[in-house]
């Protein structure tokens, strides 16, 4: 049986390191993680404020910030098997946006859309890596 281990929001903005101030300050939270792109701008980090924790990245990479009445809000499913868990959502009726895969940062996973819209990045920890590692094979 397949078992989900966490789920939080991805919250893409423009201007990630401003809102990681913002969010830390206005929820009295910390940056637990914080990963950058060769670009320089915010691939991942995690805000975590009392028992809630959200990720935060700049936008890119098909992730638009919010524009008018747009919420992008990317749902981070983290579970014990990736293949199943996306296996029953592509029965369901939801498509694929990036396949699952290992993505070299210590995660196999990928990025599903649901019939009503909404992304659920799907990850399953394969190898537990540093920060600096991961930052490493992502920068």
Request: charge should be negative; proline fraction near 6%.
């Amino acid at each position: 049986m397949t078992h989900i281990t966490a789920l939080y929001p991805r919250l893409v903005v423009e201007g990630a390191d401003a809102a990681l101030d913002f969010y830390t300050r206005a929820f009295g939270g910390t940056v637990t993680e914080r990963y950058t792109g060769p670009d320089g701008r915010v691939v991942h980090a995690m805000v975590e404020a009392g028992p809630a924790r959200f990720a935060v990245k700049d936008a890119g990479d098909g992730d638009p910030a919010p524009t008018g009445d747009g919420v992008p809000v990317i749902m981070s499913l983290d579970v014990s098997d990736a293949d199943a868990v996306a296996e029953r959502m592509l029965g369901a009726g939801a498509t694929v946006i990036f396949p699952i895969a290992d993505r070299g940062y210590g995660d196999y996973g990928g990025r599903l859309r649901d019939p009503f819209g909404h992304q659920w990045l799907i990850a399953q920890r394969i190898e537990n890596l540093t920060p600096e590692q991961v930052q490493e094979r992502v920068g």
